[in-house]
């Protein structure tokens, strides 16, 4: 079974400064991972997604997540934060079972990005 | 293009009673997933239909809750005798293909308050 944790449901910066959201995954079988973004009263919007290509992705909006798989690890990292940042972030693998994908994704539990002036 | 829409956006509804929440999909994408969002208990997956394949229905958390498909078009979920723990967002997602690639594009949610 796949699953992902993302370690911090709220994380706070100041504009200008790094962004670091954290997300661990578990998968038997070589995960697709992915980020979504939602803002405020919205659905979500795909930030970036590994698809087993290059490790270190880019995706819209200046993120960048690095697959690391000795670290079972996917973080999304954005040098330098915008007010419109703020936001909530999921990480979601997709789920596998018998016969190949399933299709749907597991998310994380998300973290709430603040960025402060 | 248009993204995906649901209806109504806000639904307010007295327990025990029945209601149906509309997705339509992105015009041919082939994929269409429901989700639900809790508060503080993140997106769970709750049924998916791919095409004329029967849908996977795993995630559905009771007997009360059902969704249809009208071919590659419209879905609709219904969920009967609603209890007050089903409040949340319910998403919609569609995709090209449910290749497990594929993008999921969201649509902005049914807000379902059970009172």
């Known amino acids: 079974a796949q699953s992902v944790t993302q370690l911090g449901s709220h994380v706070s910066v100041s504009e200008g400064a790094l962004v670091l959201l954290r997300c661990n995954y578990s998968?038997?079988?070589?995960?697709?991972l992915f980020w979504y973004v939602q803002y405020p009263n919205q659905g979500l919007q795909l930030l970036l997604k590994?698809?087993?290509?290059a490790t270190l992705v880019k995706g819209i909006n200046g993120f960048e997540a690095e697959f690391k798989k000795s670290e079972t690890s996917f973080h999304l990292t954005k040098p330098s934060a915008h007010m419109s940042d703020a936001a909530e972030y999921f990480c979601?693998?997709?789920?596998w079972g018998y016969g190949g994908s399933q299709g749907n994704l597991i998310f994380g539990k998300g973290t709430k990005l603040s960025v402060k002036p | 293009g248009a993204g995906v829409s649901q209806s109504p956006s806000n639904k307010v509804t007295e327990k025990g009673k029945d209601v149906e929440l509309r997705c339509d999909p992105i015009?041919?994408?082939?994929?269409l997933y429901w989700y639900r969002q809790r508060l503080g208990q993140g997106l769970e997956f709750l049924i998916y239909?791919?095409?004329?394949?029967?849908?996977?229905k795993s995630g559905l958390p009771s007997d009360r809750f059902s969704a249809e498909r009208t071919g590659e078009s419209v879905s609709t979920l219904t969920i009967q005798r609603t209890q007050q723990e089903d409040s949340a967002v319910y998403l919609c997602?569609?995709?090209?293909?449910?290749?497990?690639?594929?993008?999921?594009?969201f649509g902005p949610g049914t807000r379902l308050l059970v009172l």
């Open positions: 997602a569609s995709s090209s293909t449910s290749g497990s690639r594929e993008t999921q594009y």
């Open positions: 015009s041919g994408h082939t994929a």
């Open positions: 239909f791919q095409g004329n394949s029967a849908p996977d």
């Open positions: 998968s038997s079988v070589p995960p697709y």
């Open positions: 590994y698809t087993s290509a």
């Open positions: 979601a693998v997709t789920r």
